[in-house]
């Protein structure tokens, strides 16, 4: 028999987020949606004070952006002290593993559509600050933004720091490390450092040590990207501004980082 979560029918583990596990479930009929599945998040065990924070602003950050590359919230409860909501399910995954597995031009389009998404955030005063090949998925052929649940807003009157696996510091910023607030900046380079582990299957600053989180943060602050041989000239260009410690050459926002990105897909397949 099938487990239940509150009125929903899950039929397996997908994945762990940050704080708490994906479900591939059946959705109930009040939601109107025949013949489909839903991507259901629940957090771990009973939910505390801090858990209802982390969803309520995950929900509050869904129901404020209005763009077809922001995962789409489709409900969201309480079942007897653990939280959940569902979002559509993207059944071609993530961009996790991508290289190798998709072309170029369709890792170019997800990221760049992720980007619109992360820039309509950024519109909305927040910063995403989880940008990352796992957090981008894939559905009909275009890229969407997914797990809000450590954005914060762009101003720093939240201050949500949140936990994760050491391989996630390969796609954060160092002014996050260094304690600077999260900004258009700091996605914007964490989208280059998504499209270059996307495309080359490498990261941009080589083996970060596994030995701890004090070793790893000091080897990402003391580490400079290096861009991979296998990564054309036109979109060395673009991770070249993502990386940049010149602000004069960082791209002032997501949305031009996505044009670049964009109009390069014919170019670079020619």
């Not at 602003?57 to 952006?65: A, G, I, K, T």
């Not at 890792?107 to 005063?125: K, M, N, P, Q």
């Not at 391989?167 to 600077?180: M, Q």
């Not at 501004?241 to 997501?254: G, L, M, Q």
């Amino acid at each position: 028999m099938m487990e239940q979560l509150a009125d929903y029918t899950i039929r397996q583990t997908m994945r762990e987020s940050n704080h708490g596990l994906i479900f591939l479930a059946e959705p109930p009929e009040r939601l109107g949606i025949t013949g489909e599945v839903v991507a259901l998040k629940a957090l771990r065990g009973h939910s505390d004070a801090d858990d209802f924070r982390r969803m309520a602003n995950e929900l509050r950050l869904l129901h404020s952006v209005d763009s077809y590359y922001v995962i789409e919230l489709l409900d969201a409860g309480n079942a007897g002290g653990r939280l959940f909501f569902a979002t559509r399910y993207c059944p071609d995954g993530s961009l996790e593993d991508a290289h190798g597995r998709l072309s170029e031009p369709i890792i170019r389009r997800a990221v760049s559509d992720a980007a619109r998404g992360v820039h309509a955030l950024h519109e909305v005063g927040v910063a995403h600050r989880d940008v990352q090949p796992a957090n981008v998925l894939l559905r009909d052929g275009r890229g969407l933004i997914a797990e809000l649940d450590l954005a914060q807003l762009i101003d720093g009157r939240s201050t949500t720091v949140g936990g994760g696996p050491l391989g996630a510091l390969e796609f954060t910023c160092p002014d996050i490390i260094w304690g600077h607030d999260a900004s258009r900046r700091t996605d914007i380079w964490s989208l280059g450092m998504t499209l270059h582990r996307s495309l080359t299957g490498t990261g941009a600053l080589g083996l970060i040590p596994a030995t701890g989180l004090l070793d790893a943060c000091r080897y990402v602050l003391e580490t400079r990207p290096m861009i991979s041989d296998q990564v054309d000239s036109v979109t060395r260009r673009i991770l070249e501004r993502c990386f940049s410690e010149d602000p004069a050459d960082h791209y002032p926002t997501a949305e031009e980082f996505a044009d670049d990105l964009g109009s390069t897909l014919t170019e670079v397949s020619s």
